[in-house]
């Protein structure tokens, strides 16, 4: 605590700096920043080198390698059992989810905050209560017997069905500070020029929301796509799972699960999430400020 | 419903009243309502209705009702207690460094003048938080792996603090287990934490530093007194969610600890879904019992929580 308590007084006189040239403390904010940064990136660093060693580097117990290898992404994609249907999977099933999870959000959130909607606080109230519940632990159970009964273990939409709910209640809390920065009187006017509510949502609202759906597709994209427990739950064949559940269960060590096989799976299992995050950054950034975090 | 808004729109929305055509606007909520009903609302009454009875998947007889039975064998059950124990032990760990170190970051991240700088370090901090979860536990397995794994190879090779017959084993039956994984919780969750500190600490109106300071308070104390007050909603909301997804945590101890009932990754959690999808003939009835005790025990702890929490003003 002694610690930060010096670095905050530092970093504040270095907002105001009496004379030109970098004070030491700013050099410490920054240094402490640039740790704290090395410390989420590093790891990940380590996986794409793992993913591009020698078979006999991956094992040798060194960091860097003394041969570089870039056939286990071809390897992967070739010789991994199912890695093309478990990939094709996770596609399909994140895909759905988001689209599904986010129109409700979008749908229910719009007629909480701009619609009058008899029983409103009554909703929100429940949404609020099941974040904190352990909802997804307690009825996985029953969940489990729902899907067992219609024939849905081991099969897409017997995924894609539950994972709506695992969000939805945060997505509509979130969609819902989004909408509450929209001023009502935009709504009014459209009003007056005699547009329904319906068309109001699509012709005036989407195009103010654009930032706020962004934050709502990542956090879906995320959730879906690396979901586990579920997926773990309700498939048990392997050409069924989903990337994540392969991935978690596939034991590495030797043969065709080597080190750097299992890296190169995993880069690529990563990567969509990523490139999503950083091409939509800015709007993600801006959907963030614009209230997606005030629920 | 149009023509009810164009005669008197604001008035409208001032009345307390709703008329019987407002309930229309529940079509939009539909959706979102089917899809809680069939798949939040309908398993958790099925499982409270299946957790009085002696119900086991796998098994051809019918379920017979038990009452309170499996309730009561759950309730002195060891590895029931011990779970929770467990669970609890890993929230201790977890919530402090999960809520302090986002916070340090953000007050850090908020002093950078230079705004490329700042939202470079936001997007780079970020990073874990479009990763998925299990994808995390499946990177840090590796990193925690006792031979290949880095954090080892450093220690062991480059540093040579160690050797391969006294290294530290991060996972599996090791008192390192459950900090090691807590450690990992704290990763992933920085950037994400660290947003929501920084969005409260935008909303402070600049003019009460500069009150402060012309009262001469000095930097901790307008910490203390200006910054802390005014972050404290979000600190409560973000104790609380987290104490839930922290007792709740189920994904982590399976990827990284597997059904080992020695183990301290084996709570009540693991211990639930072991008997439920797994053991004999799946003990779903006695797994639903568990399950319910395990989520009460958390929501006396949240409700405590908030009450401790509670606006005194």
């Known amino acids: ?295 | 419903m149009a023509s009810t808004a164009i005669s008197k729109p604001i008035a409208h929305r001032r009345s307390r009243l709703y008329g019987l055509r407002d309930g229309v606007n529940w079509l939009y909520v539909l959706p979102a309502l089917f899809f809680f009903c069939m798949y939040m609302l309908y398993p958790i009454i099925e499982v409270i209705v299946i957790s009085f009875t002696d119900y086991k998947f796998l098994s051809s007889e019918p379920m017979r009702f038990t009452g309170l039975t499996n309730f009561i064998n759950a309730l002195q059950d060891p590895l029931v207690h011990k779970g929770l124990l467990r669970a609890l032990y890993f929230t201790s760990i977890f919530l402090p460094g999960v809520i302090f170190i986002p916070l340090f970051v953000a007050i850090l991240v908020d002093r950078v003048t230079n705004p490329a700088l700042a939202s470079l370090y936001r997007v780079i901090l970020l990073i874990p938080a479009v990763i998925p979860g299990p994808m995390i536990f499946v990177l840090w397995r590796w990193m925690y792996d006792f031979e290949v794994g880095p954090i080892n190879t450093i220690l062991v090779n480059y540093l040579n603090l160690f050797t391969y017959r006294n290294a530290p084993q991060w996972l599996g039956n090791s008192p390192l287990t459950i900090p090691a994984i807590a450690f990992v919780e704290w990763w992933w969750g920085l950037g994400y934490h660290t947003m929501f500190f920084l969005a409260g600490l935008a909303a402070i109106p600049k003019e009460l530093f500069e009150a402060a300071k012309v009262d001469g308070a000095n930097e901790w104390q307008m910490f203390w007194n200006v910054t802390l007050p005014r972050l404290r909603p979000i600190f409560v909301v973000l104790v609380v969610l987290r104490f839930g997804t922290a007792m709740a945590v189920i994904d982590e101890y399976i990827i990284m600890g597997g059904f080992n009932r020695a183990l301290p990754t084996y709570t009540w959690t693991v211990y639930m879904w072991h008997l439920a999808f797994n053991i004999g003939n799946w003990f779903q009835g006695y797994a639903a019992a568990i399950g319910w005790i395990g989520a009460a025990a958390m929501l006396v702890v949240v409700g405590l929580l908030f009450y401790v929490f509670r606006d005194r003003d």
């Open chain 1, 1 to 295: 605590m002694a610690v930060s308590a010096k670095s905050i007084d530092s970093a504040r006189i270095a907002t105001h700096p009496s004379k030109k040239g970098l004070h030491w403390s700013t050099i410490l904010l920054h240094a402490t920043l640039i740790f704290f940064c090395a410390v989420i990136v590093l790891p990940l660093f380590w996986v794409v080198l793992m993913s591009v060693k020698s078979i006999p580097d991956a094992y040798s117990g060194s960091l860097w390698p003394k041969q570089f290898d870039f056939t286990h992404y071809g390897y992967a994609l070739q010789k991994l059992p199912y890695i093309w249907r478990n990939f094709g999977n996770s596609i399909v099933v994140t895909f759905s989810t988001v689209l599904i999870t986010s129109a409700c959000a979008v749908l229910a959130a719009y007629a909480i905050v701009h619609l009058r909607l008899p029983g409103k606080l009554l909703l929100v109230s429940l949404l609020v209560g099941t974040l904190y519940f352990p909802t997804r632990l307690v009825s996985i159970i029953g969940i489990f017997r729902i899907q067992a009964s219609l024939g849905l273990i081991n099969t897409m939409p017997g995924l894609i069905l539950p994972y709506v709910t695992l969000n939805l209640a945060l997505s509509i809390l979130v969609m819902k500070g989004i909408f509450e920065q929209i001023s009502p009187e935009i709504l009014d006017a459209a009003r007056i020029d005699g547009a329904s509510s319906w068309r109001i949502l699509w012709m005036v609202m989407l195009p103010l929301i654009a930032n706020g759906l962004v934050v709502l597709l990542i956090i879906n994209f995320v959730t879906a796509w690396g979901e586990f427990l579920l997926a773990y739950t309700l498939t048990n064949d392997q050409a069924m799972r989903t990337l994540p559940v392969a991935l978690a269960t596939a034991m590495g060590g030797f043969g065709e699960w080597a080190w750097p096989a299992l890296a190169a799976v995993y880069v690529m299992a990563i990567t969509p999430g990523i490139t999503a995050f950083a091409i939509a950054q800015r709007w993600y950034m801006k959907g963030l400020q614009e209230g997606a975090l005030k629920f």
